[in-house]
């Protein structure tokens, strides 16, 4: 179980408005893009952007709206019984944000994977629990394993902690790994770390990867591809370097231009606008509209198509009738737009 697929994907959730009145939040709005077997997708984005709402998506912690998600062909909205589901999560497994709250702080190293053991690999004896323990935190660095097996996870580092929630991620074999955010409670030094450390285990068991992560300098080191999302909307989709070395998207080159660390030898120089986008009225536009200072009239009014070049897609009418040749020439007239706004 290898390659992703979402297709069309939505994801609305209900919330209260004034005098008992019930509304729709659109946490993910019409979302499609694949990894192949074997890669690394980056979804990347700001806060409340959907990043996190599709990942649990596809471990099946939220069901969509309306769309399928499809896993080597088969939609997982398919996997209904508690059998099917539970073995569904074996083979996708989740490294979350925080490796202190996600961990249990009344058990023990060796208590935590072996109870990822229990619940996916009943059939093993005690014995060859505790060597499958051992063995997995000298996989992820824990070394020598009986120095970390007793430990809890106060007694134990950021970096240690987030390598038990990875350990306890490979404990059940998965074929599929998604990773939220891993790095961003970690300093710089010790994210390193654990990038290197999730780039080995990917080649060494050949695991296909989801990276989320607002950090573009983390997703270039890390993905192959990648997904900017904006206000639910998956707004650009590509080859990292080519995306990164030819943004298209406004959007994309805003994230670009904020990033401390140049990319390029010239920056594309454009300035938002300061207004926050609408997820609750359902409204049919471009949801970067009210931000960019690129906006047409009709970006206000409908929501512009998917427009594919090659492994390209981009969501903005700059690109309707364009050809992959012309994405310079139309980066120089956002240069040429964006130095004036």
Not at 4 to 17: A, D, L, M, Q, S
Not at 77 to 85: D, G, L, T, W, Y
Not at 241 to 246: F, L, N, S, V, Y
């Amino acid at each position: 179980m290898r390659k992703i697929e979402y297709r069309n994907i939505y994801k609305n959730f209900p919330v209260k408005g004034k005098f008992f009145e019930r509304k729709n939040l659109h946490a993910v709005s019409n979302v499609s893009f694949s990894i192949d077997e074997g890669h690394t997708l980056a979804v990347v984005g700001e806060s409340g952007c959907g990043k996190t709402t599709l990942a649990r998506l596809l471990l099946k912690l939220h069901e969509p709206s309306a769309g399928d998600i499809l896993v080597d062909g088969e939609p997982i909205n398919a996997v209904k019984s508690r059998e099917a589901i539970r073995d569904f999560r074996g083979r996708i497994q989740m490294i979350f944000q925080d490796p202190f709250g996600s961990l249990n702080p009344a058990h023990t190293a060796g208590d935590i994977l072996g109870r990822a053991l229990s619940l996916h690999a009943r059939e093993i004896k005690s014995a060859e629990k505790r060597k499958r323990v051992t063995g997995l935190l000298e996989l992820v660095g824990l070394t020598p394993a009986e120095d970390f097996i007793g430990k809890h996870p106060a007694q134990l580092s950021g970096g240690q902690r987030q390598r038990i929630v990875i350990a306890r991620a490979l404990a059940v074999n998965p074929s599929i790994i998604v990773a939220d955010e891993p790095t961003s409670m970690l300093d710089v030094s010790i994210g390193i770390d654990i990038m290197n450390l999730l780039l080995e285990l990917k080649e060494k068991q050949g695991l296909t990867m989801m990276y989320i992560t607002h950090n573009l300098a983390s997703a270039r080191y890390m993905a192959d591809h990648m997904a900017v999302m904006y206000a639910g909307t998956c707004v650009e989709y590509g080859p990292i370097d080519d995306m990164i070395e030819r943004p298209c998207h406004p959007y994309t080159i805003l994230l670009l231009n904020s990033t401390p660390e140049p990319f390029r030898e010239k920056k594309i120089n454009i300035e938002a606008k300061e207004k926050n986008p609408d997820l609750i009225s359902g409204k049919k536009q471009c949801m970067f509209s009210n931000r960019c200072p690129l906006a047409q009239d009709r970006c206000y009014t409908t929501e512009p198509p998917e427009y594919i070049f090659g492994g390209r897609r981009i969501k903005c009418y700059l690109y309707e009738h364009t050809e992959l040749t012309d994405i310079p020439r139309i980066n120089a007239a956002i240069y040429a737009k964006g130095g004036s706004a």
